[in-house]
């Protein structure tokens, strides 16, 4: 811990606000909530590496589907996002206003364009015949990735609410700046949560001809 | 609450805080490069496992590098990071039990169709 730390502990029996370790056990807990839905979809590829069949009966495999241009833009929107919140943050607990929003505001619009990528993409991936029902790889990718967006999408839900509320004159000193701090953190959780997403999901499948999981023949030992 | 109701920050605190904004600055442009250098790395001509391993230890410093810095862990109480640590040590070991359990590579996947 840090001398700033020390010097700024909250009067709790923890030496933390309540606010913020409640949030850190949350994000613990979405963890293990992520790291189902990862190991879910890393099982399923490795046992149907094969992809899925599209409309008129083809065999697909994802690596034609993906589109690795636009998935490395949108991770490095979010990426970026992270780092204007950080300064939000940054700029709350200097009690800078006017650059707290300005931050805020380029993050809620990273996050917008970031939704907009997944939108983009999902709506392909259906036309090329990828659905959550015709596979394993269709189920296991749109829940992981849905889930995901989801999340994003509550974090600028929230920090459009905050981004008005600052107009209010409410969200001021050290109550306000822990407020933010505490959306923040939410916001950085969504970022490292797609880091791994990235790799796991999208990069391991341009390695090899068929990505990682081989070209699709049954694993079954007859 | 409004902030003229609150004490201003005092001048080690908005030191601290310039420093911190320095740091943001260099971890945003080090996440920028390794996300880019992981999508070179796909494309060339390594074995799968060197570049499985690359990307795993690549990904694992930003997940680290974000978690430190951006979310403040360094900074803060120790049990901020043990609290979490929880949570992401138990979400690897349901991967690395469902492995175990599913030993993937004689699994009879005739099962699920």
């Known amino acids: 811990m840090s001398d700033t730390a020390a010097a700024h502990e909250a009067p709790t029996s923890t030496g933390i606000e309540h606010k913020k370790l409640i949030m850190w056990l949350f994000l613990a807990s979405d963890c293990m909530f992520f790291g189902t839905l990862i190991s879910t979809h890393l099982l399923y590829r490795k046992l149907f590496p094969a992809g899925f069949t599209d409309a008129e009966g083809h065999q697909r495999f994802i690596q034609n589907l993906f589109n690795i241009e636009l998935t490395s833009f949108s991770t490095f929107i979010l990426l970026m996002s992270s780092f204007l919140m950080a300064l939000a943050v940054s700029a709350m607990h200097k009690g800078q206003i006017k650059s707290f929003r300005r931050n805020v505001l380029g993050v809620i619009f990273f996050g917008v364009i970031f939704l907009g990528c997944q939108v983009y993409e999902f709506t392909h991936f259906y036309h090329q015949g990828l659905t959550i029902q015709n596979s394993v790889l269709g189920s296991t990718f749109y829940v992981l990735t849905g889930t995901h967006g989801t999340h994003v999408a509550i974090g600028v839900l929230w920090l459009i609410l905050m981004y008005f509320y600052s107009f209010t004159g409410k969200l001021g000193g050290h109550v306000g700046a822990l407020d933010v701090e505490i959306a923040g953190l939410y916001w950085h959780f969504v970022d490292i949560v797609w880091i791994i997403i990235f790799t796991a999901v999208y990069l391991v499948e341009y390695l090899g001809p068929n990505g990682i999981w081989g070209t699709g023949l049954p694993a079954v030992a007859q | ?113």
């Not at chain 2, 908005?14 to 996440?31: K, S, T």
């Not at chain 2, 990071?81 to 492995?99: D, E, K, M, R, V």
Request: hydrophobic share 65%.
């Open chain 2, 1 to 113: 609450m409004s902030s003229s109701h609150e004490a201003a920050p005092s001048p080690d605190f908005l030191a601290e805080e310039v420093r911190r904004y320095h740091h943001f600055i260099v971890l945003a442009l080090w996440l920028a490069v390794v996300t880019g250098a992981e999508i070179v790395l796909i494309f060339l001509p390594i074995p799968v496992a060197a570049v499985l391993t690359i990307l795993t230890l690549m990904s694992a410093g930003k997940f680290f590098a974000v978690i430190l810095w951006f979310m403040h862990l360094i900074y803060d109480k120790r049990l901020l990071f043990w609290c979490f640590f929880a949570g992401l040590a138990l979400a690897f070991a349901t991967y690395a039990a469902l492995i175990m359990l599913f030993s993937v590579d004689r699994i009879d996947t005739r099962w699920f169709s």
